[in-house]
């Protein structure tokens, strides 16, 4: 029996709004999952959350009131959060204070031969390595 389709929050709503998995994505997929399941999609919003229901429909989580018709007006009063949203003047900004998008390698500092206080070299007495009790 084919899986049936819903709508794809993300897709549809992710570049204006932060999509989320509900709380039993992790529980099926497991920790760190990187699965995209349309159907554990939702959007948080400050009452509640939305969800995809079924076919094209899309469902609100409020105090009892499942069922939702027209996006535009469930998200003027569920008050979706947005996802946040950079200017280029600010990338622009960050680029030249070194930051890069995606991943970044950290820094490799090496230890230098000197202390961290003045003098302390001469105090320091050699440390014995201590046998482990496990």
Known sequence: MPTPTCLNLRELFGKRFRVMYEESYHAQYGPGARREDPHLMILLCRYGHLFAWQGNELAASVDGHPNVADFAKVARIMRPRRRRQVSQAQRDRLRAMGFQKGRQDHAHVQPTAQGCVPGA?????????QRSLF
């Open 121 to 129: 070299q001469e105090d320091l007495e050699p440390v014995r390595p």
